[in-house]
């Protein structure tokens, strides 16, 4: 994997000859035969021999079948705990989403939504404005993803990345504000994907966000969405 240089025609050599009474080597030799770069020997004072922490593992599983089983169980356990550490992660900022999103909601029923409604009207608009901030970050509305994905349980929140979800929380709170300021659903729109936009390209990179193209772009100034 590391050494493009090695020489495979005289490690088979090797390896035929192993076993045999008259077989012998050194680091020295399989170093200078095989041009490995994992391993190196140095005499004298303070010498020895010095090999890459992936070979030393192997030379230890090779030694001791104990040792290797051991390596197994560490490797598993800090899998384990890595998966533990993403996903309490991720739990904790789809919590945060959802806290800010109680912000987000409250501005929606003081400013949006007008006196005398009815609940099936109310939800409409809640509905409306919960897409505006998926449009805004994720490109399509949830009966747009859930089309497209129509073997999933849930929606595209729930199958978010951590960026995405750390963006979103931001998004709900500056909606929140824009509602307060009066400003029209389109011209939000455009606010809101320029922030995730600049936001994900903090978070991942450029190379990641290229599918974030503006989708309010070629709308009317002042227009509804």
Known sequence: MYNPAFKPVE??????EAGLNSFALSPKKWIEATGAI???????????TYAHKDIAFEFGSWLSPEFKLYLIKEFQRLKDEESRAQALEWNFQRTLAKVNYKIHTDAVRDRLIPPRVTKQQANSIYATEA??????LFVVTAAQWRQRNPGKAGNMRDFAMLEQLVVLSNLESINAVLIHQGLPSAERLTQLNDVAITQMCSLVGVDAIRRLESPA???KKGGET
């Open 38 to 48: 994992g391993i190196y020997a140095k005499s004298g004072r303070g010498g020895g």
């Open 11 to 16: 490690f088979d050599r090797f390896r035929g």
């Open 217 to 219: 772009k070629g709308r």
């Open 131 to 136: 897409d505006l901030l998926n449009v805004a």
